[in-house]
């Protein structure tokens, strides 16, 4: 079974300031099935990425992805106030599925 | 629009049984993987449960393996889990999401997550 291992626990960060969000993986994730989600208080998880880089319908671009094999990171441009939450990365493409045990970015 | 409604959450002594259902609208329910996916109080998210859109693919955590089945009806639009031996550690809030690869056998990324049904074990 894959482990995923998130980096930093929490970030503490101003709005407009950039956020970036490690993910690695004890063994390397193959064709890059990597998917980063963002969970508000009282909400479900929401998809932004997919295939390590790639947005979601809906997701705005300050949000990026990028990495393979076990190290993967998640980029926020520019923090806007609704961007304050906690973020778990999840690999996939297998019949098992494992989730990192998430970054909560909280405002500074 | 497309919706994930769970149900049949509740408070359950340990070592009893419980049955969750989803019903799925707004999508062609049978050409999509369903997961279960859990949280429990304060904490992160645990994938519990998948199978494929064509029952052919099944795969559970090794937390729940051989406690809990998941099954499908797809005449239904409906997703379901059979917990049984439940412990105080299944108590959580039970998601359900549906996959977004067509006709997969394997999993990807979770597209559409329900609002959740709670499951407190407890004497």
């Known amino acids: 079974e894959i482990v995923l291992t998130q980096s930093p626990g929490t970030l503490s960060l101003s709005p407009g300031e950039r956020a970036t969000l490690s993910c690695r993986a004890s063994q390397s994730v193959s064709s890059s099935y990597l998917a980063w989600y963002q969970q508000k208080p009282g909400q479900a998880p929401r998809l932004l990425i997919y295939g390590a880089s790639s947005r979601a319908t809906g997701i705005p671009d300050r949000f990026s992805g990028s990495g393979s094999g076990t190290d993967f990171t998640l980029t926020i441009s520019r923090l806007e106030p609704e961007d304050f939450a906690v973020y778990y990365c999840q690999q996939y493409g297998s019949t098992q599925g494992t989730f990192g045990q998430g970054t909560k970015v909280e405002i500074k | 629009e497309v919706q994930l409604v769970e149900s049949g959450g509740g408070l359950v002594q340990p070592g009893r049984s419980l049955r969750l259902s989803c019903a799925a609208s707004?999508?062609?329910?049978?050409?999509?993987?369903m997961h279960w996916v859990r949280q429990a109080p304060g904490k992160g998210l645990e994938w519990v449960s998948g199978?494929?859109?064509?029952?052919?693919?099944?795969g559970y955590a090794d937390s729940v393996k051989g406690r809990f089945t998941i099954s499908r009806d797809n005449a239904k639009n409906s997703l379901y889990l059979q917990m049984n031996s439940l412990r105080a550690e299944d108590t959580a809030l039970y998601y359900c999401a549906k996959d977004s690869y067509i006709w997969g056998s394997y999993w990807s990324a979770f597209d559409i997550w329900g609002q959740g049904t709670m499951v407190t074990v407890s004497s």
């Open positions: 707004g999508f062609t329910f049978d050409d999509y993987a």
């Open positions: 199978i494929s859109w064509n029952s052919g693919s099944i």
